[in-house]
């Protein structure tokens, strides 16, 4: 695939070594326009950056080689890892964002991403389940790529997990902690960011962030049957595939 190239200055100048590339981590732009979004990936000035960015179109821009360390994950945290920009790839997808409108996912722009996917997948060895969104590994101050982000579609090429939860016949009894049960549920993904158990205002941003992910229908920031239950098939994804 025939990739357009920006150099942006914004990375790490000690390089890195293939082994070390372990995650993929998808952002939407959240500019107003791909030329303002380009201009910020290439300023000094912004210190940030990505590895590719990709138009409505479907256009593919390289911004910073794949073994140098772009800075586009920020304060970051995932299973037992730490500021996720030395373990990535990251990966912009213009999008208004929330702030400015947010819009959906042209598939010109996702199919070109799950080509990129692809490439990526099969050079570093990177499990399904590290494909991930800029929200789960830093849900404190970040929501991207957000609600309308076709998880699912992804998941189909084994792109990120998914769930198989099927509407119940009978009404699930919730469990009397079932802060302590989520929360654990989501240390065993992977989610960082919280003591399962005590609460936090800041939990809210973070059930947020899962159910934008899973259940995007229903970000609520509270914890009903279904999102527990999505928790803990999730939680338990290995030992069920």
């Known amino acids: 695939m025939k990739k357009n ?10 390089p890195r070594n293939k082994k070390e590339i372990k995650f993929v981590i998808i952002h939407y732009t959240g500019m107003q326009s791909e030329i303002e979004s380009i201009d910020r990936l290439i300023s000094k000035k912004s210190k940030v950056s990505c ?10 821009i390289q911004m910073v080689k794949e073994l140098k360390v772009a ?8 299973q037992n890892f730490k500021n996720l920009n030395k373990y990535s790839i990251g990966i912009e997808l213009v999008n208004k964002g929330h702030k400015f409108g947010y819009e959906k996912f042209p598939n010109s722009q996702i199919r070109s991403l799950i080509k990129v996917c692809k490439s990526l997948k099969k050079k ?9 969104g ?3 590994i830093a849900p404190l101050r970040k929501i991207d790529p957000g609600e309308k982000f076709p998880w699912k579609e992804l ?4 792109f990120g997990i998914w769930h198989k939860i099927k509407k119940e016949k009978k009404k699930l009894v919730l469990p009397k902690n079932i802060h302590r049960e989520f929360f654990r549920n989501l240390f065993a993904i ?3 960011y919280f003591k399962i158990t005590k609460r936090k205002k800041a939990d809210k941003l973070i059930i947020k962030a899962f159910q934008q992910r899973y259940l995007p229908k229903n970000v609520s920031g509270i914890i ?5 239950q999505i928790s803990h098939f999730l939680a338990n994804y290995n030992k069920l595939s």
């Open 5 to 14: 190239l920006y150099q942006s200055p914004n990375y790490s100048k000690i």
């Open 71 to 78: 800075w586009h994950a920020g304060k970051s945290k995932w």
């Open 224 to 228: 009903d049957t279904k999102t527990l």
């Open 124 to 132: 570093y060895r990177i499990p399904r389940a590290n494909f991930l």
């Open 190 to 192: 992977g989610y960082r």
């Open 155 to 158: 998941s189909y090429y084994k």
């Open 51 to 60: 590895h590719y960015l990709i138009n409505k179109k479907g256009k593919v």
């Open 134 to 136: 800029h929200s789960d």
